[in-house]
């Protein structure tokens, strides 16, 4: 009878791996090309391999609208970059663009059949997308302001942790910005490398959000515990060794104490002790 049961054990836990297994693998498409339809834009799309059709759209990132169908959204992409709706519009059809042009050679794509929410029939998966030359799509489209860093998000084919890679689209998307490239040419929003500056030059420890940062329990095991809106002022009171910045900031619920990834204020390489008094020549130039 026992070994009846260890037996019985056995099976269900390898079926259980296997499982897991198909769930995370993922697979390459090779010599995929770009299949024209009237509801492509720049972060979903139709693609042909062989005699097979499918729409994929695009892990981590969010590319405006071309149209105004969805006015809730476009009013939501605009608020996000700062700028008008129109401009939204205009900046979703450069986006389509770009991909267009650039997957009008043989690509890649790698997925592993995640469903995604679309408005065809046709059923729609995640992927990540390679050019012809070997480029990330999805960091294409951030570094030149054609998309914003939001959506779903998943550990890459690599292995590389989401948290990983969407810190270092961040980092693009706030080169961008600085730069003033895409949607960011005429936004409104807060340019994160002048308010380091500022910061480093004042000596302040006060910040505001470039973006919606998730905010995280002080006390380990870290746990997620809400968000801050962008453009708070957050005062920053000291750094962790994990890559966590401690900081408080009042809303109408009264004064909060959380931990957020310094990477989500846009401070990748910023250390907070040069903020003690006042920097000189080198410590400008490190910005």
Not at 24 to 43: F, I, K, M, P, Q
Not at 52 to 58: Q, W
Not at 204 to 213: E, F, G, Q, S
Not at 231 to 250: N, P, T
Request: aromatic residues 8%; contains cysteine.
């Amino acid at each position: 009878m026992f070994h009846r049961i260890v037996n019985l054990m056995l099976v269900m836990l390898v079926a259980l791996a296997g499982r897991a297994a198909g769930k995370s693998a993922w697979e390459t498409l090779e010599g995929c090309t770009w299949v024209d339809h009237r509801y492509n834009d720049g972060d979903s799309f139709r693609v042909r391999q062989g005699d097979r059709e499918y729409i994929f759209r695009l892990y981590f990132v969010d590319t405006p609208e071309r149209d105004a169908n969805f006015p809730e959204r476009v009013d939501e992409q605009a608020a996000y970059f700062g700028v008008s709706s129109d401009t939204v519009l205009h900046i979703g059809q450069q986006a389509a663009d770009l991909v267009r042009d650039q997957l009008s050679r043989p690509f890649t794509v790698v997925t592993r059949w995640q469903a995604a929410q679309g408005r065809s029939k046709m059923p729609r998966f995640y992927a990540f997308i390679r050019t012809e030359g070997g480029q990330d799509l999805n960091q294409m489209l951030v570094s030149q302001g054609l998309a914003r860093v939001y959506g779903v998000r998943a550990i890459s084919p690599d292995g590389t942790a989401p948290e990983t890679v969407r810190a270092a689209l961040l980092a693009l998307e706030d080169t961008a910005r600085h730069e003033k490239l895409g949607a960011w040419v005429t936004s409104s929003q807060l340019n994160v490398a002048e308010a380091r500056a500022e910061a480093l030059r004042t000596g302040t420890k006060v910040i505001m959000t470039p973006r919606t940062v998730t905010t995280f329990t002080p006390e380990l095991p870290r746990r997620r515990m809400g968000t801050i809106p962008r453009d708070v002022h957050v005062h920053i009171l000291d750094e962790q060794s994990d890559g966590f910045i401690r900081i408080a900031y009042d809303d109408q619920g009264g004064e909060h104490e959380v931990l957020v990834l310094r990477w989500e204020l846009g401070l990748p390489d910023w250390p907070l002790e040069r903020a003690e008094g006042p920097s000189d020549a080198s410590t400008t130039n490190g910005l």
